[in-house]
Nanobody, 121 residues
């Protein structure tokens, strides 16, 4: 069993940067890939980025490439999402999830409760 807690969300202005953290409890965290997804009001949950269990492989949604960076520190049971050049359309609840290395939310087993990111123009 893995419990995930997101943190670092907040209200920022367009062009600002923000770093989200996803901290896990449980001894098996390092065997899972961890993905970030986001969901804006009235919209589906969209893939943002994912990192493999080792941290060596990463994948991003096209609209995030070059702006977002995902990384992990297995010694701290934490995955990070560094977001820069934020836009109002990045406003959403951001979720982290542990599971298989994939862009599909159906392959992730454990989910956090989400953290709100609001970008004002």
């Amino acid at each position: 069993q893995v419990q995930l807690v997101e943190s670092g969300g907040g209200l920022v202005q367009a062009g600002d940067s923000l770093r989200l953290s996803c901290t896990a409890s449980g001894h098996t965290f390092s065997v899972y890939a961890v993905g970030w997804f986001r969901q804006a009001p009235g919209k589906e949950r969209d893939f943002v980025a994912t990192v493999s269990s080792s941290g060596y492989s990463t994948s991003y949604a096209d609209s995030m490439k070059g702006r977002f960076t995902i990384s992990r520190d297995n010694t701290k049971n934490t995955v990070y999402l560094q977001m820069s050049s934020l836009k109002p359309e990045d406003t959403a609840v951001y979720y982290c999830a542990a599971g298989s290395y994939s862009s599909s939310y159906g392959t992730y087993i454990y989910w956090g409760q989400g953290t709100q990111v609001t970008v004002s123009s």
